[in-house]
């Protein structure tokens, strides 16, 4: 039996019903298609983010119960009877198809297919087509589909995809459908409580904490505004956040992407929610990300808690902890201003809990799939399953526009491959097994607030001073940019001007050293004597801070001081030491050995400071020729003497 009719959205509806006698299942087909207005692009992001999509549908929340061999066992918690199934991992190519497989161990279906196409239309726009494929079990199942998927969820799904491309064409994004959620009387004097205390805490926030008192004061004359509109404004958009949005949203809030979505400055947001934790607004969790399917494998509430070595059952692989790759920091409403369901979900896999995953594709054994790739610039990495490592790929316009990739039981081709960026790769999967291959983007989230990113910030040190590592425990940092700075002679400042005066000076050199670290997006990590050991994520975040400082310490015509100091980047271990945070390794040695190098007034610096495109540009645009100069010099502890630069920072 084959019926067709267009709805009165203009949506076509198809459905076929197949019917064999022997092997009964009968077999329902239905196909929807839209002309959307929005490119497949600006799409993807909404439409492939399936968990998000179910529940925006009204369908059911799932449970996941297990995995193997790359199967998801599901539970799905619909009314009376809790349905059963065994889920295929999903396939996709971004942006224009995804699809997935489940069979059903009980209840009215046998089976469900389900698969999305986006089709870019030559005048623009979209030409979407959702097909299911659903086969009955029996009776039960022959009613239930054509009223349940041909009638109901129909309707659904057009007003939800027509949602989808509304926000599109805007350049919105899903947190920005809100849900019906509003905070009780009791909740919102809460938030408004902390915006107070919050005001009151900004009002202090220029006082180092050197000098920090525990309750708040006025500003001093010359210390800033009174508040930091951005922080503030950030707070606020948080408050409105948590009173509308629902509760996919707010359970693992990413503080950049909602930067982003704000159009705040990242670092702001990022504040602003580590204060509103301290504050009781938020609670903060240290989640561990799989290397490879880059899924949650672990996630604590305190930093003590994190090990440095993890599973992932979804990859069945043991991996180690890394700050700055696969330990993302994310927030949740406390429960006291509002409760949220954590283990919600209504689809247990989506191609947008990957995004760094391009396609994700089955291919038999001893066949070639050509998959059109749609890339942005930069490194990746093919995998296969059952099959350890991955091929090397670098796109660029460049590239080749036909590779060829072929896999064998022995791995991957050694060395790299130049594709284009549009490039139609060829697969070949030269193995007796089927395989799924996946093209993986290399880099990190660039909306991941990473456990890198929180540590380096000041403002992470002096309000969760308690949160560090336990004792013995050791964790990597890929890169992190270390400067060390002392005070050219201060033994001489103490004999000149007597050992009061001079402590004053070096304290108040300190508090100066602190404010330039901390407006800059570092963290003092400690000081030892009249030095100090500093941490930031890049280069030039550390020359703009040593350079501002520098000026303002030096300012004294009577007393100028002049700092010496060094900066050095490069991987290190995190550790607790003395109950703080600390860092350690070859990055550290040689960084603590360069100021003195230094004659006062100019930092010393190394070649990996000096390769810093940012650091570069910083130093052309700030300083004359003259005032960089490459030496080579011996550094204590190490045989080969190193290549370094000298940069007057003051003269």
């Not at 509304?166 to 004097?189: D, F, H, P």
């Not at 708040?216 to 958009?237: L, V």
């Not at 929610?273 to 240290?286: E, H, N, P, Q, S």
């Not at 052309?620 to 010099?633: G, I």
Request: net charge neutral; charged share 25%; glycine share 6%.
């Amino acid at each position: 039996m084959v019926c067709m009719h267009t709805a009165p959205s203009a949506v076509s509806v198809l459905s076929n019903s197949k019917y064999n006698p022997q092997t009964m299942p009968r077999e329902y087909h239905f196909k929807w298609e839209w002309d959307l207005d929005s490119s497949p692009e600006a799409l993807w992001p909404l439409v492939s983010d399936t968990n998000r999509f179910n529940r925006d549908t009204g369908q059911p929340r799932m449970e996941t119960l297990g995995i193997q061999d790359g199967v998801k066992h599901v539970k799905w918690h619909v009314p009376l009877v809790p349905l059963y199934w065994d889920e295929e991992p999903f396939d996709w190519i971004y942006p224009s198809h995804f699809g997935i497989l489940r069979r059903f161990r009980n209840g009215p279906f046998k089976e469900i297919r389900i698969s999305v196409d986006l089709i870019r239309r030559e005048n623009g726009g979209t030409h979407l087509v959702y097909e299911v494929w659903d086969k009955s079990a029996n009776l039960l199942g022959d009613i239930s589909i054509p009223l349940a998927i041909g009638l109901v969820a129909a309707r659904r799904i057009d007003k939800i995809f027509r949602l989808y491309d509304r926000l599109a064409a805007r350049g919105g994004s899903a947190v920005e459908i809100m849900g019906r959620r509003s905070l009780s009387s009791n909740e919102r004097t809460r938030l408004t409580s902390a915006r107070e205390r919050l005001l009151a805490e900004t009002l202090d926030s220029s006082v180092p904490s050197f000098e920090r008192r525990a309750t708040p004061r006025p500003p001093r004359a010359g210390e800033g505004k009174p508040a930091d509109r951005a922080d503030m404004s950030a707070f606020d958009r948080l408050a409105e956040f948590l009173d509308r949005a629902d509760d996919l949203s707010v359970q693992r809030m990413r503080p950049y992407a909602l930067a982003d979505g704000w159009n705040l400055p990242r670092r702001a947001v990022l504040e602003t929610f580590l204060r509103a934790t301290r504050l009781g607004v938020l609670d903060m969790y240290w989640e561990l990300l799989c290397p490879e399917c880059r899924g949650v494998a672990e996630g604590h509430g305190h930093l003590r808690d994190v090990n440095a070595d993890s599973h992932c059952n979804t990859c069945n692989i043991d991996f180690r902890a890394n700050f700055d790759h696969n330990i993302e920091v994310i927030f949740r409403p406390n429960p006291a201003v509002r409760p949220v369901k954590v283990n919600l979900e209504f689809c247990v896999g989506s191609p947008q809990r990957q995004p760094h995953v391009i396609f994700s594709q089955s291919i038999s054994a001893l066949k070639t799939l050509p998959i059109d790739a749609h890339l942005e610039a930069g490194r990746y990495s093919l995998r296969a399953s059952g099959i350890a490592g991955s091929g090397a790929v670098n796109a660029d316009s460049a590239g080749n526009n036909a590779p060829v990739f072929r896999l064998t039981d022995f791995g991957w081709p050694y060395g790299e491959e130049n594709i284009a960026t549009n490039a139609r790769l060829n697969l070949v999967n030269a193995t007796e097994t089927a395989r799924t291959f996946s093209l993986e983007r290399t880099a990190w989230s660039d909306q991941a607030a990473t456990g890198a990113d929180v540590t380096n910030l000041q403002i992470f040190r002096d309000l969760f001073a308690s949160e560090v590592l336990r004792p013995g425990e050791e964790i990597s940092v890929g890169n992190v940019t270390l400067m060390f700075t002392d005070l050219r002679e201060s033994t001489r400042l103490y004999r000149q001007i007597g050992d009061a005066p001079a402590f004053g000076r070096v304290r108040e050199h300190f508090v100066t050293l602190e404010r330039a670290v901390a407006a800059h997006g570092g963290a003092v990590i400690k000081t030892m004597g009249d030095s100090i050991m500093a941490s930031f994520q890049h280069p030039a975040a550390a020359l703009r801070a040593l350079r501002e400082a520098q000026m303002q310490i030096a300012a004294d015509i009577k007393q100028p001081l002049w700092l010496k100091a060094g900066i050095h980047r490069g991987p290190c271990i995190v550790v607790n030491l003395n109950e703080r945070l600390d860092y350690f390794g070859s990055t550290v040695n040689i960084a603590a050995r360069l100021p003195g190098l230094s004659a006062g007034g100019e930092v010393i610096f190394s070649g990996a400071v000096h390769a810093d495109l940012e650091a570069g540009a910083y130093i052309k645009e700030n300083f004359a020729p003259s005032a960089l100069t490459r030496f080579t010099s011996a550094v204590k502890g190490y045989d080969e003497p190193f290549e370094l630069w000298r940069l007057k920072i003051q003269f």
